[in-house]
C-alpha cells in the first residue's frame, strides 16, 4: 500500500513537471511565431563572418576569437561584435556589416574572477 501512494505520488509530480514544460514550450513557440510574422524579413550581411573575423585580426594582431556575434540594430548598421583575447588582455572590435569598416576597438585587462573589478582573486 505504501508503494502504491509512492507511485501515485511521484506520478502526480512527473504530470504537473511535464505539463509545466509544455506549456513553457507553447507559449515561447507562439511569441516566437507573432515575433517573425511582424520582423522584416531577415538579409543576410555583405560582410560574412570570416571576413570580419579577417578584418578584426588585422586590427589586433597576435590574438584569437574568442566569441562572435551578428548585432542586427534595426534602424542603424548591421554589426559584427568580436571578442579577441591577447594574451592577459580582452579586445572587443566591432565590425560594420555592410561595410566592414572597424566602428569600435576597445581593450580591457583579463579579470579571472569575472567581477570587473581589475582583482584576479590572487593574493599577489
Keep these: 500500500m505504501r508503494i502504491t501512494k509512492k507511485l501515485i505520488v511521484a506520478g ?3 504530470l504537473a513537471a511535464t505539463g509545466g514544460a509544455v506549456y513553457a514550450t507553447t507559449a515561447y513557440a ?3 511565431a ?3 510574422e511582424t520582423a522584416a524579413p531577415a538579409v543576410a550581411p555583405k560582410v560574412t563572418a570570416e571576413q570580419a573575423i579577417s578584418i578584426a585580426l588585422k586590427e589586433v594582431p ?3 576569437v574568442s566569441e562572435l556575434d551578428f548585432d542586427s540594430r534595426g534602424q542603424q548598421a548591421d554589426t559584427w561584435e568580436l571578442e579577441l583575447t591577447k594574451g592577459a588582455e580582452r579586445h572587443e572590435v566591432d565590425v560594420d556589416a555592410a561595410s566592414g569598416k572597424v566602428t569600435k576597438q576597445q581593450a580591457d585587462q583579463d ?3 569575472q567581477n570587473e573589478d ?3 582573486g590572487d593574493d599577489d
Design 12 to 14: 502526480i509530480v512527473s
Design 30 to 32: 507562439s511569441e516566437a
Design 34 to 36: 507573432e515575433t517573425a
Design 62 to 64: 597576435g590574438s584569437w
Design 111 to 113: 579579470d579571472d574572477d
Design 118 to 120: 581589475g582583482d584576479d
